[in-house]
């Protein structure tokens, strides 16, 4: 195990980037401490998957389960049962779809830097990306930079990096092929059932750039 010689923090759901994102800092002979969290998500069969990479990579890992704490985010179609997923032809860039998780990513950067300032190290990696057809207000190059500027207030100058947060998924997949990432080791589909559903916004995303790049997505669909 590499837990004694971590030079950073990365946040790894088991999906599609940041998995790109792990093995993107492993390639560059980065060794990073990895986080993962629970919060009660629908899709939470990525956790199983973060698990796999960090243990064949020997890498020291953190999962944090925010999971009690889920009715924070009752008004997200991800996190609450009753409300449905929506298709991606009901989504667009203008409106964020009922999927978005309130306040998630500034809550786990939080924690993540609580964790990089423990370990002594200075960056935090997360796989932001600009989406495609759809979008969040916290995975954009404005709020990265707007973070970092209170992070910036520290002492330690811990300094948040997205290096994919102006990719599209294919750029994203181009890069994960060439170094040999195994997506179907990877999971996207926000209704987390034993198949990927194929019409979710993450799904349609993730099929998109597979038929760009020619080859076909080894995940199993409905």
Not at 2 to 9: H, L, T, Y
Not at 162 to 168: D, E, L, M, Q, R
Not at 174 to 199: F, H, M, P
């Amino acid at each position: 195990m590499n837990e004694g010689r971590s030079d950073s923090v990365v946040i790894l759901s088991g999906g599609f980037d940041s998995t790109t994102l792990l093995y993107y800092l492993h390639e560059r002979k980065r060794i990073p401490a990895v986080i993962t969290f629970k919060y009660g998500q629908r899709h939470n069969k990525e956790v199983r998957f973060a698990q796999m990479h960090t243990q064949s990579l020997g890498l020291l890992h953190m999962i944090v389960d925010l999971s009690p704490l889920q009715d924070l985010w009752l008004k997200s179609s991800l996190v609450n049962k009753d409300m449905e997923i929506p298709s991606a032809t009901h989504v667009s860039k203008e409106v964020p779809p009922s999927t978005y998780v309130p306040n998630r990513n500034m809550i786990f950067l939080s924690l993540a830097i609580a964790w990089a300032e423990t370990l002594g190290v200075q960056e935090v990696f997360y796989g932001a990306q600009k989406h495609d057809i759809y979008g969040y207000w916290d995975t954009t190059s404005e709020f990265t930079s707007r973070v970092n500027a209170v992070y910036d207030l520290q002492p330690n100058q811990i300094l948040i990096r997205a290096p994919f947060v102006n990719f599209t998924k294919t750029d994203i997949l181009q890069i994960g092929l060439k170094i040999g990432v195994d997506y179907s080791k990877t999971w996207s589909c926000y209704r987390g059932e034993d198949l990927a559903c194929g019409n979710c916004p993450t799904c349609a995303e993730r099929l998109k750039a597979f038929h760009d790049v020619g080859i076909k997505d080894p995940l199993h669909y409905q």
